[in-house]
């Protein structure tokens, strides 16, 4: 199927790893060009160069760090003409009240809640005048509330409620505001908790795939079916979904 997105121009945080460097390559395998913004500027480097290799596609890389103002400005004075902002950088720790202090707590929020919310603010006018879309990859903690992820359940939350309000603004704009909760994602960053887990609990990080036996499918979703879905739903092909949340979890 053609989503239609040939020669759109596609901002992706969080895009050096995991879902964001995998919703890049799908965006770039329908034919956008890209501007891809991490902190890591050696992951985005090569990131951006398989992408171009690959797939031809002009892709552009801004390091920055979101979790500041500074950070975030530059990657919008990057950004000029927009189509597509997708929303992705970020990762709130696990921890109970009583485990997450203040300042950890602020910190996580910078760099996610407080990251989406600037960056749709500053590129909402632009977005606007090309009828473009926003996706917010929130997390499915914001709707199933586990308390000893409470930083991360909060924002998330949040971040639905953000994601609702300003879909409902966008309509009037003629663009679309959407978000995806997925559940547990087969990345990097969640093989390294599970293999520090399954070293404190069974003396053996190699056993860190226990963990997904009682997943859904006996597994956590492919980065790549995250993406999929984020370019679906920023196509024209989904041009009538705006203030939706959708939740990949494999139906847990």
Known sequence: MDLQLRGKKALVTGASQGIGRET???LAEEGCSLLLASRNAERLEEAAHAIRAAHGVPVETVAADLSVEAGRQRVVAAAGQLDLLVNNAGAIP???????????WQ????LKVFGYIS???SLYAGLKARSGVIVNVIGSAG???PP???AGTTGNAALMAFTRALG???ARDGMRVVGINPGPVSTPRREHKSRARAEREFGDAGRWREYDAALPYGRAALAREIAGAVAFLASPRSGYTNGT???????A
């Open 107 to 110: 910190r996580a929020w910078e």
């Open 119 to 121: 960056l749709s603010r």
């Open 245 to 251: 949340i959708l939740t990949i979890n494999g139906g």
């Open 143 to 145: 709707e199933a509330f």
């Open 94 to 104: 696990s921890g109970s009240l009583q485990e997450i202090d203040n300042e950890t």
């Open 148 to 150: 000893d992820y409470i």
């Open 24 to 26: 890049a390559v799908v």
């Open 168 to 170: 409902k603004e966008a």
